[in-house]
């Protein structure tokens, strides 16, 4: 009797490892299939990634003379004149992908509750070419002369930022001055053409300003952090394929930046061409903004927000954002993984 016993107990407990096993077996197929398909279904042949940039073509620039043009997805390229506006076509639906500065996703996060697009990552760059400038032969000599006078900036960018840091440190308000809220170049004309007292704008306007012998009344060279934000289309966050291709397209530039670097003349010369700047002001200009801050994408991080969380108290505190912001509502960290492994490369 004792023996039948045992014995069932012993068939009981060898059923049960068998049963566990099929169990196991088929659970790990089903996890497998899972990983399988997943894998499958990201055909990056079939995917289009829209991607805004600034001031001229300069990501599409750069990874075609790096040798990085063809990629495995299709991807359509439009400029806009600030990051504003990209951010604006991103929540139109209009484009997936773009880097800006810090300001931008303030207000449109304000514009949209934050839903249409994310901060997924960091470009950390210069901050050469972000000036307050007057037009030659200006009788104002510094910032604080510019009380009563029109002074025209892009809104909702840089420019708006340190416009205002400049007015504080220089004993006045943003209401102390009369802003005139115009694009890059409609600034630069503006400013050109008598109709404005200052500019504060960056890049080609900047430049161009310089040709036609404006002066600086005051950089923005450390006042701003050089930090860029790499946005994404909330949809094509979660999308596989334009997912992927975004990581694919993030590492292509940051090869693209380590080509400039290694390739500073040929860089220049391009950049001079498109900017209709001599040769040696676009080299020196390239030069010296690789020698203050070497620009290459980053995952996001805790510290990162500082810096932004900074801008959007200001610009509360100014009176120019009615309620308070925390930037980490809208800053997505799906990438950092995936972008951690690139960098280390």
């Avoid at 943003?174 to 007292?197: C, E, H, M, R, Y």
């Avoid at 120019?320 to 972008?339: A, G, M, R, Y």
């Amino acid at each position: 009797m004792k023996k039948m016993s045992v014995f069932f107990v012993l068939l009981g407990l060898l059923i049960s490892i068998v049963l566990t096993g099929c169990s196991f077996n088929k659970e790990s197929e089903q996890t497998g299939a899972k990983e399988v398909t997943k894998k499958e279904s990201v055909d990056l042949s079939k995917v289009t990634l829209r991607v805004g940039q600034t001031g001229w073509g300069t990501i599409q620039e750069a990874l075609k003379v790096a040798g990085l043009e063809d990629t495995p997805y299709k991807v359509e390229y439009s400029v806009f004149q600030g990051g504003n506006l990209i951010l604006e076509a991103m929540t139109a639906g209009h484009v997936d992908f773009g880097i800006t500065s810090e300001i931008p996703p303030l207000f449109s996060s304000l514009a949209q509750n934050g839903e249409h697009s994310k901060v997924i990552a960091i470009q950390q760059s210069n901050t050469l070419q972000q000036e307050l400038v007057v037009a030659k032969g200006s009788h104002i000599k510094s910032v604080a002369d510019l009380k009563g006078k029109k002074v025209a900036y892009v809104q909702n960018t840089t420019a708006h930022y340190f416009l205002i840091k400049m007015l504080e440190d220089a004993g006045l308000t943003w209401n102390d001055i009369k802003p005139v809220q115009l694009t890059t170049s409609d600034g630069l004309a503006a400013l050109l053409g008598g109709n404005v007292d200052a500019l504060a704008s960056y890049g080609n306007a900047i430049i161009s300003a310089h040709q036609k012998g404006a002066t600086t009344l005051d950089s923005a060279k450390d006042i701003l952090s050089g930090d860029f934000q790499v946005n994404a289309l909330t949809e094509a966050i979660s999308d596989p394929g334009k997912h992927a291709a975004i990581v694919d397209l993030l590492d292509r530039v940051n090869q693209a930046y380590k080509w400039q670097r290694e390739n500073p003349e040929k860089w220049a010369k391009i950049v001079g061409a498109e900017t209709k700047q001599p040769y040696d002001q676009a080299f020196q200009t390239f030069k010296d903004g690789e020698e203050q801050r070497p620009t290459r994408i980053i995952p996001l991080s805790d510290s990162k927000t500082d810096s932004q969380q900074d801008i959007a108290n200001v610009f509360h505190n100014a009176g120019i954002i009615n309620n308070k912001i925390k930037v980490t509502t809208f800053w997505n960290h799906e990438f950092d993984q995936e972008l951690s492994k690139i960098v280390n490369q």
